[in-house]
Every structure is written in C-alpha cells, then in structure tokens.
C-alpha cells in the first residue's frame, strides 16, 4: 500500500507492505536508517521516534497509523547540521561505545529535557528505563544527560 | 557500497581522553550499522532453522517454495559448494544441516527474495520431515550417551587423550601435591547458568557478487580474516575472492567471534547473482549464536589454620552444546583461573567440556574465568568464614603477584597487582544507607512498588578476579598495521581489528598520532581486502596488539621515508606478542616459558540492598579497582569498566537463557532481561596504571576483567545481605527466600 | 492484509460487522509483536487511532469513566492518579516510557492476558466493561469479561468502548507488581488492593485470568492468606507456582499496612 508520512518536518511516500511497521518503512523504504532495530517488541527503545511529538518505539506502530502524523526521528534532531546539546553531550561524555542504543536514547533524553528542564537523577533514570545498553552500563549516558540539561 | 575513511582525529594522544572518531555520526544516526546497508537489485535472506534439538533429517522438498512470489533462491546443503563443514577452530558445524540437526534453531534452508514478507512466506512452505531422536541435554550425562560427533573433531590436538564419548576437551591439572592436606577445609558446589551477549546490533549484512565469480560480504563481526578463512572453502573459492568488510558492529562481546549470516549471504548472492541482505531478528539472534558457557565448579580449599591456602581442588564442567566452536580455550582458560589469583604451593584442576544438544556455547567476555570466579570468591569467603578471618585480609594473604605462580607452572613475569587492587577496592568509602521513605524506584524492586522498606536488608561484598590478555597455548597470535604516510606528512591507517565499540578505532588514531607526531591521520576502511589479520577483537587483546602493530608501523615508514629523502611511502608491519606454547596434555604444566602472555587483575566492592521477603535486589554502588597497564583513553576504560560490570551484574541478578529439552524458551527481550537504568549503580572505578613490561606503552586489556569479577561481588553482597548460600547464578528471587 | 483505518466510533463499529476478522489495532504494543515475528497475519488491521470517541477520561457521581484508548501515560496524570491511585501505580510498572506512551487500557482489556498490568487495579475498582457493535451496547463486568488466559467475552462484531469505574468515598488503594529486574518486566506476579468498607484484593500472573478475591475488615489477618489460596499459578518462564503464591501472601500483607491506616 502507498502511504504518505510528515518526516522530519518534510513530506514523503513509500510503498509498503500492510503490516509493516513504520520502523522497518523508515529504514528500508524512506531512507531513515538512524532508528535502530534491537529488538522489535518495544523492549529496548533503541527505535524511539516522536510521534505527534510523544516518544514511541516505532516498531511498535503499524507504518500504515503513523499517516498524517508527524515523525521525528533521531535524523531530524540536530538543526542545519548544528548538532543538538543532547548529541553533543553524548560524543563528550563518552556515552557511546557500539552506539547501536544512542540513536533511540539521543531520542528519549531529548523528549525528557523538553518536558523536564532541570530532571533529577531519578527522573533521568526513569525516564530512560525504556531504552537498553548493553555496552556502558549507562553511567556516562546520566553524565551526558546532565550535561546536556545543563547546556540547555 | 561506499566506504570512506575516517575523519581525521583532531586531540588527542595515547593517554588523552579524546572523544570517539565515530561518536558524531552514532549520535546523529548516520552511522552505517551491518543491519543498515543496502544495495541496487538487493534481495532479503532468509534461515530456516530447525524446530528440534536433536533430529534426523529425513527429507528436505523445496519445490513448493521455489515458485513462490518475489522468490530467487531456495539453497540446503546440497547448494554448498565447498567444503560442508566450518568453524572458528574446528569445522564441525555443517554449513546448512545434513543428515541430523544437533541444536534448536540449526540451519537447515536458506530463502532469497525481493521482500522479507516474501522470504518468510516461502521459508513456510519449505518441507523438512525430521525423525526426533533423544537429544543429551544433561552434560553430567553426556559422556556416557551416543556420540554427537563420532569422528571426533577436536581429538589428536595435542589435547589429553579422554575416550569417553562427547567430550570436546578435558584437561587436568597437577600441580605440586595434589593430595596435600590443610588444617581447614571448605568445600561448596557452584552453577553458573547460560549468559548471552545479548549485543543490541542483531546479526546482520550485505553480500554482494562480484560479477567474476567472487564476493564482497559487509557484516559486523569481530575477526574479518577467520571469517574469510571460513567462508571461503565452503564456498570453493580462493581466499581472496572473498573478500570481508567491517560494516557498523552494534556490539559483540564475543557473540560475533563465530559466523552468522556470512557464509549464507555469499551462498545467496553467488547464486541469485544479485547483493544479498540478511537481518536477524532479536529471537533468531538468541537461536542464532553461541552464548557464555553454563558449568558446574565442585571447589575444595584447604588452608592452614591461619588462612595460607595448602591446596585447592576444582572439577569444572562446561556445556559446549552442539559444536566445538571456542570451547577447548573456554575449558583450558577456566582450568587456569579455576584457582583465582592466589598463590597455591598444590593444586589439582579437572576441567571438561563436553558436547550436547544444548544452545551452543563459545565466546563471551570473561572466557572461562567469569565462571570460576564466581566459584573461587564464594570458596574463599566460606574459608575466611571458617577460619573467623576478614575476607580481605584472607585475600591479601594469598595474594598472587609478580614472582609467584600459577597452578599450570607459569611464573607471573610481568605486572599483576592483585594485592594493590584489593587494597585500593577495599579503601572505597560505601556511600550511607538512604533514610526512608524513599520512592520506590530507590528500593529493592523498583518500579514495582513492592516495598516501602519491609524486608530491606543491607550487604556488602567483594571479589578479586583476573584474567589472561591475549590468545594463549601456542596460538600464532599476530596483529597487521599498514600505514601510508605521504610526503606532505598525512597518513593513513590499515589495520582489520575490529571496532566493536569498544574504542580501538581510536586507539588507532591515537598511537598514530602519538607516533607520528601528526594530527593528519586517517584510519582506512577496515578489510581483509588491503591489510593482513588483525586477529581477533577478543581476550582483552585488541588494544595492546594493534597498538603493537600501529606503532611498528609507524616508525618503520618514519625510518623508511627518512631514507628515501622525504617521499611517500606505504609499510605493513607485523606485530606479535611473546609467544607462548600448549600445555602438558598429561599434567597441565607449562612446555616452555608461557602458555599466557600476561594478565589482569580487578577488585570490586558492592553494596546491595534486598528484599528477603521477596527476594527482589537493588545494587546501590559498585567501586572498583583495576589494573589497567597503561590507560589510552581513561575515559573509555572506565566506559568499559562500568559496561562490563553491568554483564557481571546482569548474570549475577537476571541473565539465563532458558531449555526445555534443549529447546530455548525465553529467546526474547521481553523474557531474557538485561540490566536496564534502574538496575545499575553508580559504579566508582580507580584506575591502577602499573605499565606491563612486553607490552606497547605497557598497555593491558581492560574489557574483561570487570565482567569476571562483578558476577563474585554482587553475589557476594547478597550472600551478606541474606545470610543465604546462594550457590547458583543467576540468584533467583526463589533463592533468596528460600523456595 | 488490509488496513482499515475508520475516522469515527460509527464507522469502526460498521467496519468490524463487515469484517468481523479484523483484528483491531490501538497501541500496537500487542499486535505489532505478533505481526513482527511472524506470530499472526490477521486478513484485515482495523486501526483504531483515529476514533476520537474512543479517547480520554471523565468523572461523575463517584464512577471515571476510561475511553479505551486511554493511554497508561494518561492514567498516570496527577487528576486521574487521584482518583485512581492503583492504576496510576500499575500504570508506571508498564514497560518504558514509550510503552506508556502507546499502550491503552482498552489493549489491556482485549488482549486479556493473565499479567495484564491494569487489570488488577480495575477489578478492584469494581469495573464494568462496554461493548459495542451496530446493534448496540452492552456492559459486562470486567471479572464476567475475563474467561481464561487470553481469552474475554468480546463477540467478533464487538468493538471495547471503555470501562467505568467506582472511585469510592474513601478509598485506599495501591498496586505491586513482582519482576526479576527494576523495571519493564512483565509480571511474575502482581497485586492490586483496595480497601473501602470492604477489603479487596485481585491478582495477576497468578492464575489464568486476574481474580478478585473480597472479605470483610475484620477479616484483615487473614485476607493474605486468603489471597494466595485463591491463586492457580504454574511454574514457567518466569516464576514458579510456589514463588508466586509466597509472594502473594507477602504483597498482601503488605499492601493491607499501607492501606489500613
């Protein structure tokens, strides 16, 4: 079936097949690779994208539903190549290592400090308890989320 | 497909803290992962796996699938066109499976076609009749059933000659008096369950034919020149027609030493004549690849009455599963950590691995000495329980060091510091136990809600571990660095070690620049196509061998182009480690000087809060001390310091991969759990940089050692907090209470 | 495959007599796992997004009222957390954020798993579940709703509209949930109690659909007995039958000390 997205703030199409999910459309159709495929059961947010502006694991939404929402996905977070605070955090922290987890956590930490300027370690906590790392153990992922909070 | 090079690195030398050549493109999502490449014309491959452990195949009809839509090929085994059997050391695994499946999820059938939908639909319609027969599923058993292998692929090794049936390797270790006795004995019988790598990058890649008869495969692995090796017979092909490039790794730990997708994406692409992709999915994945060894440790500690330890007797038994894949190094390394890093005047070791129809094991961080640690930090806290010494004190009295020996002969003849590191853990300051009430996601539980500070008790634990650095037993272990350097002074970098994530691009980088003197490096697509092997991104090896290659490199084309006046030149160099030689197949002594190369010590305190009612934990704070050789880039040390605690954690709490009958049963994200943000402490981590004397810089590995000692200390923790034993990893909730 | 996307309550319910196959689709937390591993390929995905009837909350009289595609993030607000205290606390113990995000009530309901994180904490609350297909409403309370492990009442041609449920004058409440790690597990086992005139108690993961257990106060020392006796667990994956009903005497007595005070 033909659908028809608002990515990034542009329009676009594909074709897809009825059940696929918009994570697989956004990889392999549209050309937005940067939403990682871990897991595909909404077990590791390393899909997350925003949708409507509310962070979703894009493997957990039929391709065919995301039509006529808007879709941000980790590609459409820096600004006319100025990366933003968040991602710059995460190089200078050290928060990346095999980086498979970084796009969905870059996703996740982002919606946090827009809803939450000044979280606690607790809420940082919690609020990225959807996403998994398997590389860092997540310590320097906290430092960069309070680097970039503070940075914000 | 494109391949770029590096940028260039801009900071930073051995020793800075310069932040990852690859971290922008990885926060940005423009990072090429294996899973994220495509090709003009490509096709989806498929695996049809077997739904048994252990299973005749008595007919495989593909006729039905081969018309179905969008399909382009139907491959089994009679499709190989080389050699039908492969492996890391020994091929014993047949390409895709012939006459028997030996394990759930073995490949039997490959699928090409236009879309995954469409591969997945005709893989249904391939008909595989199998005749299930018993599998062996208890490895206390699996010596005296049929033989899963009757050709006995990894005897006349040089390995001891042990006839009973389906044993992979047994080793035995005899060391002084194996008979002498102490004035206090403890004894304890240890389980440690299957851990996956669980690495969030699924098996993936893109083959692509090459239009004469060879083919290019872009895939995630850990070692490019094995996979060629491998591929490429069972392929018919010359060497260098397969030619085997490092797409984005999205993790490894070991999980990726042994093929996945390789050799069944070439098979596809050579015969659909079109790029071939595969992707697993995260169930596949758990099927798919080797995992962490489970084992049995019987462990007996004989000690004087003021704490020397007289003598420690280990039998070790290691479930290989189907294949031989890493498991006589496994069996080999558990022997020769069985002991932990103490000195011990008589030992006797008895390590065994046998065959099963069990999930296949291999590699994974820790190689051996993740399992024995866990059994000799638990022996040695029951002996100082015994003896009404303080554990550390118990520790540091026997403490392994420079001079002394290991129970295999081999005199410790570079840096270990076990005792500095247990003095330095030890000194940490615990944080305060948190007054209540507290939210919940602060308690035992978590987001649960389970308590508000009923049952909660308090523990502290500690463990020491260490580990080898670098293949072992005779291994030709060697790492390949070439490096261009133009007359402008620019340069650029070859070498095949596999950046995983675990930081050795830049390792790389900074050696080069640190050599060079220059910033205008580049390090160049890494390929079996234009550098030989780097060996293995494995064994904590990886930073100290290409460092060693890099920099021979590097001053060789600083000499070369200083005698030709100035003009480019283009210099590969060899670099290896000393050399070491098997062990005694009889005795388990040392041959020669060395079966390891040199090893790394880590210490760690735990604190743990647990709900014993409930049997539910919180690990509150982790500090530890390590010892690191030289430190690179402290900033990624401590990331793999804290990283790999969080795997010791993960199978000290909640990491096992399930069997019913050899059947895995929670091959899922929703059922095999991983440490998550609530699970993690804040994790401390001192640095003991002691330059080890063969090494470049005096770098060590550093990725291992935190995985094989926090799987100890968390257990430890808990031990203290519960009062209970506590002899099996993972601790279940069910332990804990005492179901 | 087909994919019905309505644009109204009215349309939704017309498509599904059409199609009574369709499987219907909200957060997707549920179908797109069995979608993505090969688990089901449904003829017809009725999405159900789009049907704003199906949103939102409201209170009146002492009884809310959830739009089945209430979301547990929505559940978690402060208003509705107040009124509604244990399935605030359920809803926090789903997955991550992103999970809470999308997942709904009306999912829950539909998917009728015996670990169904909201189900505890409505039958507590005494909930009724409304039905509809183009032949009208129904109301069947959500312990009638519930038949066996994945298994409700709803008729093929049936849509789930959405639950109402009692608040209580003075209602003490809260919710457990039991899993080997510090968040996003599915339950070993879990717990949600109320205490309001009564004392009750329903489980989930313990039994082949989530039980309402009820005593009278006076009944306080033995109600956690009580509970766990009513309990059917297995031993699977998860957790083990005598684990599980051990933990249900636990949370009990626990949940009865917040909640007696």
Same mark, same amino acid.
């Given at each position: 079936?033909?659908?028809?997205?608002?990515?990034?703030?542009?329009?676009?199409?594909?074709?897809?097949?009825?059940?696929?999910?918009?994570?697989?459309?956004?990889?392999?159709?549209?050309?937005?690779?940067?939403?990682?495929?871990?897991?595909?059961?909404?077990?590791?947010?390393?899909?997350?994208?925003?949708?409507?502006?509310?962070?979703?694991?894009?493997?957990?939404?039929?391709?065919?539903?995301?039509?006529?929402?808007?879709?941000?996905?980790?590609?459409?977070?820096?600004?006319?190549?100025?990366?933003?605070?968040?991602?710059?955090?995460?190089?200078?922290?050290?928060?990346?290592?095999?980086?498979?987890?970084?796009?969905?956590?870059?996703?996740?930490?982002?919606?946090?400090?827009?809803?939450?300027?000044?979280?606690?370690?607790?809420?940082?906590?919690?609020?990225?308890?959807?996403?998994?790392?398997?590389?860092?153990?997540?310590?320097?992922?906290?430092?960069?989320?309070?680097?970039?909070?503070?940075?914000? | 497909?494109?391949?770029?090079?590096?940028?260039?690195?801009?900071?930073?030398?051995?020793?800075?803290?310069?932040?990852?050549?690859?971290?922008?493109?990885?926060?940005?999502?423009?990072?090429?992962?294996?899973?994220?490449?495509?090709?003009?014309?490509?096709?989806?491959?498929?695996?049809?796996?077997?739904?048994?452990?252990?299973?005749?195949?008595?007919?495989?009809?593909?006729?039905?699938?081969?018309?179905?839509?969008?399909?382009?090929?139907?491959?089994?085994?009679?499709?190989?066109?080389?050699?039908?059997?492969?492996?890391?050391?020994?091929?014993?695994?047949?390409?895709?499976?012939?006459?028997?499946?030996?394990?759930?999820?073995?490949?039997?059938?490959?699928?090409?076609?236009?879309?995954?939908?469409?591969?997945?639909?005709?893989?249904?319609?391939? *008909?595989?009749?199998?005749?299930?027969?018993?599998?062996?599923?208890?490895?206390?058993?699996?010596?005296?059933?049929?033989?899963?292998?009757?050709?006995?692929?990894?005897?006349?090794?040089?390995?001891?000659?042990?006839?009973?049936? +389906?044993?992979?390797?047994?080793?035995?270790?005899?060391?002084?008096?194996?008979?002498?006795?102490?004035?206090?004995?403890?004894?304890?019988?240890?389980?440690?369950?299957?851990?996956?790598?669980?690495?969030?990058?699924?098996?993936?890649?893109?083959?692509?034919?090459?239009?004469?008869?060879?083919?290019?495969?872009?895939?995630?692995?850990?070692?490019?020149?094995?996979?060629?090796?491998?591929?490429?017979?069972?392929?018919?092909?010359?060497?260098?027609?397969?030619?085997?490039?490092?797409?984005?790794?999205?993790?490894?730990?070991?999980?990726?030493?042994?093929?996945?997708?390789?050799?069944?994406?070439?098979?596809?692409?050579?015969?659909?004549?079109?790029?071939?992709?595969?992707?697993?999915?995260?169930?596949?994945?758990?099927?798919?690849?080797?995992?962490?060894?489970?084992?049995?440790?019987?462990?007996?500690? *004989?000690?004087?009455?003021?704490?020397?330890?007289? +003598?420690?007797?280990?039998?070790?038994?290691?479930?290989?599963?189907?294949?031989?894949?890493?498991?006589?190094?496994?069996?080999? +390394?558990?022997?020769?950590?069985?002991?932990?890093?103490?000195?011990?005047? =008589?030992?006797?070791?008895?390590?065994?691995?046998?065959?099963? +129809? =069990?999930?296949?094991?291999?590699?994974?961080?820790?190689?051996?000495?993740?399992?024995?640690?866990?059994?000799?930090?638990?022996?040695?806290?029951?002996?100082?329980?015994?003896?009404?010494?303080?554990?550390?004190?118990?520790?540091?009295? =026997?403490?392994?060091?420079?001079?002394?020996?290991?129970?295999?002969?081999?005199?410790?003849?570079?840096?270990?510091?076990?005792?500095?590191?247990?003095?330095?853990?030890?000194?940490?300051?615990?944080?305060?136990?948190?007054?209540?009430?507290?939210?919940?996601?602060?308690?035992?539980?978590?987001?649960?809600?389970?308590?508000?500070?009923?049952?909660?008790?308090?523990?502290?634990?500690?463990?020491?571990?260490?580990?080898?650095?670098?293949?072992?037993?005779?291994?030709?272990?060697?790492?390949?660095?070439?490096?261009?350097?133009?007359?402008?002074?620019?340069?650029?970098?070859?070498?095949?070690?596999?950046?995983?994530?675990?930081?050795?691009? =830049?390792?790389?980088?900074?050696?080069?620049?640190?050599?060079?003197?220059?910033?205008?490096?580049?390090?160049?697509?890494?390929?079996?196509?234009?550098?030989?092997?780097?060996?293995?991104?494995?064994?904590?090896?990886?930073?100290?061998?290409?460092?060693?290659?890099? *920099?021979?490199?590097?001053?060789?084309?600083?000499?070369?182009?200083?005698?030709?006046?100035?003009?480019?030149?283009?210099?590969?160099?060899?670099?290896?480690?000393?050399?070491?030689?098997?062990?005694?197949?009889?005795?388990?002594?040392?041959?020669?000087?060395?079966?390891?190369?040199?090893?790394?010590?880590?210490?760690?305190?735990?604190?743990?809060?647990?709900?014993?009612?409930?049997?539910?934990?919180?690990?509150?704070?982790?500090?530890?001390?390590?010892?690191?050789?030289?430190?690179?880039?402290?900033?990624?040390?401590?990331?793999?310091?804290?990283?790999?605690?969080?795997?010791?954690?993960?199978?000290?709490?909640?990491?096992?991969?399930?069997?019913?009958?050899?059947?895995?049963?929670?091959?899922?994200?929703?059922?095999?759990?991983?440490?998550?943000?609530?699970?993690?402490?804040?994790?401390?981590?001192?640095?003991?940089?002691?330059?080890?004397?063969?090494?470049?810089?005096?770098?060590?590995?550093?990725?291992?050692?935190?995985?094989?000692?926090?799987?100890?200390?968390?257990?430890?923790?808990?031990?203290?907090?519960?009062?209970?034993?506590?002899?099996?990893?993972?601790?279940?909730?069910?332990?804990?209470?005492?179901? | 495959?087909?994919?019905?996307?309505?644009?109204?309550?009215?349309?939704?319910?017309?498509?599904?007599?059409?199609?009574?196959?369709?499987?219907?689709?909200?957060?997707?937390?549920?179908?797109?796992?069995?979608?993505?591993?090969?688990?089901?390929?449904?003829?017809?995905?009725?999405?159900?997004?789009?049907?704003?009837?199906?949103?939102?909350?409201?209170?009146?009289?002492?009884?809310?009222?959830?739009?089945? @595609?209430?979301?547990?993030?929505?559940?978690?607000?402060? %208003?509705?957390?107040?009124?509604?205290?244990?399935?605030?606390?359920?809803?926090?113990?789903?997955?991550?954020?992103?999970?809470?995000?999308?997942?709904?009530?009306?999912?829950?309901?539909?998917?009728?798993?015996?670990?169904?994180?909201?189900?505890?904490?409505?039958?507590?609350?005494?909930?009724?579940? %409304?039905?509809?297909?183009?032949?009208?409403?129904?109301?069947?309370?959500?312990?009638?709703?519930?038949?066996?492990?994945?298994?409700?009442?709803?008729?093929?041609?049936?849509?789930?509209?959405?639950?109402?449920?009692?608040?209580?004058?003075?209602?003490?409440?809260?919710?457990?949930?039991?899993?080997?790690?510090?968040?996003?597990?599915?339950?070993?086992?879990?717990?949600?109690?109320?205490?309001?005139?009564?004392?009750?108690?329903?489980? @989930?993961?313990?039994?082949?659909?989530?039980?309402?257990?009820?005593?009278?106060?006076?009944?306080?020392?033995?109600?956690?007995?009580?509970?766990?006796?009513?309990?059917?667990?297995?031993?699977?994956?998860?957790?083990?039958?005598?684990?599980?009903?051990?933990?249900?005497?636990?949370?009990? %007595?626990?949940?009865?000390?917040?909640?007696?005070?």
């Amino acid at each position: 079936m033909r659908i028809e997205l608002q990515i990034n703030g542009e329009a676009h199409e594909a074709d897809v097949w009825e059940g696929e999910s918009l994570l697989f459309a956004l990889r392999e159709q549209l050309g937005f690779p940067g939403s990682k495929n871990a897991c595909e059961q909404g077990e590791c947010g390393s899909c997350s994208v925003l949708l409507d502006g509310t962070l979703v694991c894009s493997c957990l939404v039929l391709a065919a539903q995301a039509e006529g929402h808007e879709v941000v996905t980790v590609e459409g977070l820096a600004d006319d190549g100025r990366l933003h605070k968040v991602q710059e955090a995460f190089v200078a922290a050290g928060a990346v290592q095999c980086g498979f987890c970084t796009p969905g956590l870059v996703v996740a930490a982002a919606d946090l400090l827009k809803r939450n300027v000044y979280p606690s370690d607790d809420d940082i906590r919690e609020a990225l308890s959807g996403n998994l790392c398997r590389c860092t153990g997540y310590a320097k992922i906290f430092d960069a989320v309070r680097m970039a909070a503070a940075a914000l | 497909m494109s391949e770029t090079a590096s940028p260039k690195l801009e900071l930073g030398r051995v020793g800075d803290s310069t932040p990852r050549i690859d971290g922008v493109p990885k926060v940005t999502g423009e990072f090429a992962y294996s899973s994220d490449l495509q090709a003009a014309g490509m096709l989806w491959g498929h695996t049809v796996r077997s739904p048994h452990a252990h299973a005749r195949i008595v007919s495989i009809d593909i006729s039905e699938a081969v018309g179905m839509p969008g399909v382009h090929a139907v491959l089994t085994h009679e499709d190989v066109p080389g050699e039908k059997r492969y492996g890391l050391e020994f091929a014993d695994q047949p390409v895709l499976a012939y006459e028997r499946v030996r394990y759930y999820g073995e490949p039997v059938a490959l699928v090409a076609a236009e879309h995954p939908e469409q591969a997945r639909r005709a893989a249904g319609r391939i *008909r595989v009749e199998y005749e299930p027969l018993e599998p062996v599923v208890d490895p206390e058993r699996a010596t005296e059933q049929d033989p899963l292998h009757p050709d006995r692929p990894t005897m006349s090794h040089g390995y001891r000659d042990d006839p009973r049936p +389906n044993v992979v390797r047994s080793l035995l270790i005899r060391h002084g008096d194996p008979e002498a006795d102490g004035e206090v004995t403890v004894s304890g019988v240890y389980e440690v369950g299957i851990q996956d790598q669980a690495f969030l990058g699924p098996e993936s890649g893109l083959a692509v034919p090459d239009g004469e008869g060879g083919v290019d495969v872009y895939v995630a692995t850990q070692w490019l020149h094995v996979d060629r090796d491998q591929v490429a017979p069972c392929l018919n092909l010359k060497p260098e027609q397969v030619r085997i490039h490092l797409a984005g790794v999205g993790g490894a730990f070991g999980g990726r030493e042994d093929l996945s997708m390789q050799l069944h994406g070439a098979l596809l692409a050579l015969h659909t004549d079109r790029p071939v992709k595969i992707v697993y999915n995260r169930e596949e994945s758990f099927v798919g690849h080797i995992h962490r060894h489970p084992a049995k440790i019987w462990a007996e500690h *004989r000690s004087t009455r003021d704490g020397k330890l007289v +003598n420690v007797r280990v039998r070790i038994l290691l479930d290989g599963g189907a294949y031989a894949s890493s498991s006589t190094a496994v069996t080999s +390394n558990a022997a020769s950590f069985a002991v932990g890093p103490y000195a011990v005047d =008589n030992a006797l070791i008895e390590s065994t691995c046998v065959y099963t +129809n =069990n999930p296949p094991c291999g590699a994974m961080r820790g190689f051996g000495a993740v399992q024995v640690c866990f059994a000799h930090e638990a022996q040695m806290d029951k002996l100082a329980e015994a003896l009404d010494i303080d554990p550390i004190e118990l520790r540091l009295l =026997n403490a392994l060091g420079p001079g002394g020996s290991l129970p295999t002969g081999q005199k410790i003849t570079g840096t270990l510091p076990v005792a500095d590191v247990i003095r330095r853990a030890a000194e940490l300051d615990i944080p305060e136990q948190e007054e209540l009430p507290r939210d919940p996601m602060r308690l035992p539980g978590g987001s649960g809600n389970t308590t508000r500070g009923e049952g909660v008790r308090r523990g502290v634990g500690f463990a020491v571990g260490f580990k080898n650095i670098g293949y072992s037993e005779g291994f030709d272990d060697y790492t390949a660095a070439r490096v261009r350097l133009d007359a402008d002074g620019s340069a650029e970098v070859h070498c095949a070690a596999a950046e995983v994530g675990q930081g050795v691009a =830049n390792v790389i980088l900074q050696v080069a620049r640190t050599e060079l003197g220059s910033s205008d490096v580049v390090l160049a697509p890494h390929t079996t196509a234009t550098v030989d092997s780097a060996g293995s991104a494995s064994a904590s090896r990886m930073t100290w061998m290409a460092a060693g290659a890099v *920099r021979d490199a590097c001053r060789a084309a600083l000499e070369e182009r200083q005698q030709n006046g100035g003009k480019a030149v283009d210099v590969e160099r060899i670099y290896r480690h000393p050399r070491t030689t098997p062990l005694d197949p009889e005795t388990g002594q040392i041959t020669g000087e060395r079966a390891h190369v040199a090893y790394a010590c880590a210490a760690m305190r735990v604190v743990a809060e647990v709900d014993v009612e409930l049997g539910l934990t919180r690990v509150v704070w982790i500090g530890t001390a390590q010892d690191v050789g030289k430190a690179v880039n402290p900033q990624a040390v401590t990331g793999q310091i804290e990283g790999g605690t969080a795997q010791g954690l993960g199978l000290a709490l909640m990491e096992e991969i399930q069997t019913r009958d050899g059947l895995i049963t929670n091959a899922s994200f929703t059922d095999y759990l991983i440490p998550t943000t609530l699970d993690m402490p804040p994790v401390v981590s001192v640095l003991i940089e002691e330059a080890e004397p063969d090494a470049p810089y005096g770098v060590k590995g550093v990725g291992e050692p935190p995985t094989v000692v926090s799987t100890a200390a968390v257990v430890a923790a808990l031990r203290a907090a519960t009062g209970r034993e506590l002899t099996r990893v993972p601790v279940k909730p069910d332990d804990i209470v005492g179901l | 495959m087909d994919v019905l996307t309505p644009r109204s309550l009215e349309e939704a319910l017309r498509l599904k007599a059409e199609r009574p196959d369709a499987v219907p689709i909200q957060g997707g937390t549920d179908v797109m796992v069995e979608l993505n591993f090969d688990r089901a390929r449904p003829a017809v995905l009725l999405n159900l997004n789009e049907v704003a009837e199906l949103r939102g909350w409201s209170q009146a009289d002492g009884k809310v009222w959830l739009g089945a @595609g209430l979301t547990y993030s929505e559940a978690m607000e402060p %208003k509705l957390a107040e009124a509604l205290p244990a399935l605030a606390e359920a809803s926090r113990t789903v997955g991550g954020p992103q999970i809470r995000n999308r997942g709904t009530i009306g999912g829950n309901l539909g998917t009728a798993s015996p670990a169904g994180d909201a189900l505890p904490p409505l039958l507590v609350c005494g909930a009724e579940v %409304k039905l509809a297909s183009v032949l009208g409403e129904r109301v069947v309370s959500l312990e009638e709703f519930l038949v066996g492990p994945k298994r409700n009442v709803l008729a093929e041609d049936e849509l789930i509209l959405g639950v109402t449920v009692d608040t209580g004058d003075e209602s003490r409440q809260t919710f457990m949930k039991v899993g080997p790690r510090n968040a996003m597990v599915i339950a070993v086992v879990s717990l949600a109690v109320r205490v309001d005139g009564d004392l009750r108690a329903a489980f @989930g993961s313990a039994g082949p659909v989530s039980k309402l257990v009820r005593a009278e106060l006076a009944d306080a020392d033995s109600f956690p007995q009580r509970v766990a006796e009513a309990a059917s667990p297995i031993d699977d994956v998860r957790g083990t039958a005598s684990y599980r009903r051990h933990a249900l005497r636990i949370l009990t %007595k626990r949940a009865l000390d917040r909640c007696l005070v």
